[in-house]
T-cell receptor
Framework: GAGVSQSPSNKVTEKGKDVELRCDPI?????LYWYRQSLGQGLEFLIY????????KSGLPSDRFSAERTGGSVSTLTIQRTQQEDSAVYLC???????????FGPGTRLTVT | TQLLEQSPQFLSIQEGENLTVYCNSS?????LQWYRQEPGEGPVLLVT?????EVKKLKRLTFQFGDARKDSSLHITAAQPGDTGLYLC???????????????FGQGTILTVHP
């Protein structure tokens, strides 16, 4: 079946511009996660959606970052007024509730020039 | 805040050698996972260890969870070039509420196996 998909795969933007990153989770997965990964490094948790519950936003690095999940499926991560330090790979993952195995998408590589 | 320290950060070995990657924390996790990531792709789950002292084997890979559920190790026997990649450990939080199922990742180990 289809896995987690993310778009775009690559995004180059100028400092100060806003960007939107999209994640399509596996159908039926109620949990959705966003992570940020610097080159060759571990994953930094950003935000976690679980069903209709209030999201865990504790990992968002600043108020320039926001995310929403519409209809319990597709999610969009928005970064406003991008900075060069925002350059990274943004990974999305989904899982079934109560099951800890997370299925990751291929990521969006964001470059802020 | 739960933290996971992973070591070594880089590992470059010859085909046929053995290696061990360590993942340590001062916090207790309900379970611990190991992922492998290849360039341009997302991490893929290799194994989940749940019980303190648990040992799991996956072909030439052996995973161990510490008795106190604060640390874990990944041992690869007779490494092959196909084992090359980024290995990540991740601790699972069993805290309630919005933290349920949340993963805390280590910094990763970049393994290169030369033919």
């Amino acid at each position: 079946g289809a896995g987690v998909s993310q778009s775009p795969s690559n995004k180059v933007t100028e400092k100060g511009k806003d960007v939107e990153l999209r994640c399509d989770p596996i159908s039926g997965h109620t949990a959705l996660y966003w992570y940020r990964q610097s080159l060759g490094q571990g994953l930094e948790f950003l935000i976690y959606f679980q069903g209709n519950s209030a999201p865990d936003k504790s990992g968002l690095p600043s108020d320039r970052f926001s995310a929403e999940r519409t209809g319990g499926s597709v999610s969009t991560l928005t970064i406003q007024r991008t900075q060069q330090e925002d350059s990274a790979v943004y990974l999305c993952a989904s899982s079934l509730y109560g099951v800890y195995e997370q299925y990751f998408g291929p990521g969006t590589r964001l470059t802020v020039t | 805040t739960q933290l996971l320290e992973q070591s070594p950060q880089f590992l470059s070995i010859q085909e046929g050698e053995n290696l061990t990657v360590y993942c340590n924390s001062s916090s207790v996790f309900s379970s611990l996972q190991w992922y492998r990531q290849e360039p341009g792709e997302g991490p893929v789950l290799l194994v989940t260890v749940v019980t303190g002292g648990e040992v799991k084997k996956l072909k030439r890979l052996t995973f161990q969870f510490g008795d106190a559920r604060k640390d874990s190790s990944l041992h690869i026997t007779a490494a092959q070039p196909g084992d090359t990649g980024l290995y990540l450990c991740a601790g699972v939080s069993n805290a309630g509420g919005t933290s349920y199922g949340k993963l805390t990742f280590g910094q990763g180990t970049i393994l290169t196996v030369h033919p």
